[in-house]
Nanobody, 126 residues
Framework: VQLQASGGGLVQAGGSLRLSCAAS????????VGWFRQAPGKEREFVAF????????NYGDSVKGRFTISRDNAKNTVYLQMSSLNTEDTAIYYC????????????????????WGQGTLVTVSS
């Protein structure tokens, strides 16, 4: 399985961006997906999670109320809509596939994911 994250770029504080995570296989729709991010000099941070059918989502505390995760299984794609961006959101954003949806309550831990995209850089300027 290959995951391709895209949509990153340079945006001013207060602006919005939508990231996409496209998968190479149709079976992607049967898996839960998470977004993580890593800023320079910092550890990887959980951002958001969505189950395979989209009935459950979860967010990291720092993005709650500002980011929305969604998916279109017909397009094998998961999205991350980011709003009210601030400079602390600057990071490389990665999407990843959760190994097993029964582990949804561990979705905030990177080690429960098996396939990762290459990352897309989001830079928020002040």
């Amino acid at each position: 399985v290959q995951l391709q994250a895209s949509g990153g770029g340079l945006v001013q504080a207060g602006g919005s961006l939508r990231l996409s995570c496209a998968a190479s296989e149709r079976t992607f729709g049967g898996y839960a997906v998470g977004w993580f991010r890593q800023a320079p000099g910092k550890e990887r941070e959980f951002v958001a999670f969505i189950t395979s059918n989209g009935d459950y989502t979860n967010y990291g505390d720092s993005v709650k109320g500002r980011f929305t995760i969604s998916r279109d299984n017909a397009k094998n794609t998961v999205y991350l809509q980011m709003s009210s961006l601030n400079t602390e959101d600057t990071a490389i954003y990665y999407c990843a596939r959760l190994r097993d949806e029964r582990w949804r309550y561990h979705a905030g831990r990177a080690r429960f994911y098996d396939y990762w995209g290459q990352g897309t850089l989001v830079t928020v300027s002040s």
